[in-house]
Nanobody, 126 residues
Framework: QVQLVESGGGLVQAGGSLRLSCAASGRTFRPYVMGWFRQAPRKERAFVAVISWSAGNTYYDDSVKGRFTASRDNAKNTIYLQMNSLKPEDTAAYYC???????????????????WGQGTQVTVSS
């Protein structure tokens, strides 16, 4: 069993920054990729970013490209999402997810992932 725990969410003013963390545990934790998704009220969960576990290759949704940066620390089984220049439209619950099988490093749907964290709320005020 794999457990993912997000942290780092909060309330920030527009233009500010936050850094989300996602710590993984479990003897079967061997992801191919780790992803970040977000879900705003009354909207579907949407892809934000993905990072490959071994090489650290990344891909971002156009809405966050140039502002968000995904990274990982394999020794700590943790991934991060550095979010800069935050906008009110970034307000959402943010989730990390893990996928064990091979996939292209690109946009993804949530059903393609095997394990999920509980989410952390990010609220950006204008």
């Amino acid at each position: 069993q794999v457990q993912l725990v997000e942290s780092g969410g909060g309330l920030v003013q527009a233009g500010g920054s936050l850094r989300l963390s996602c710590a993984a545990s479990g003897r079967t934790f061997r992801p191919y990729v780790m992803g970040w998704f977000r879900q705003a009220p009354r909207k579907e969960r949407a892809f934000v970013a993905v990072i490959s576990w071994s090489a650290g290759n990344t891909y971002y949704d156009d809405s966050v490209k140039g502002r968000f940066t995904a990274s990982r620390d394999n020794a700590k089984n943790t991934i991060y999402l550095q979010m800069n220049s935050l906008k009110p439209e970034d307000t959402a619950a943010y989730y990390c997810a893990a996928r064990n099988s091979w996939t292209l490093i690109g946009p993804a749907r949530d059903y393609e992932y095997d394990y999920w964290g509980q989410g952390t709320q990010v609220t950006v005020s204008s």
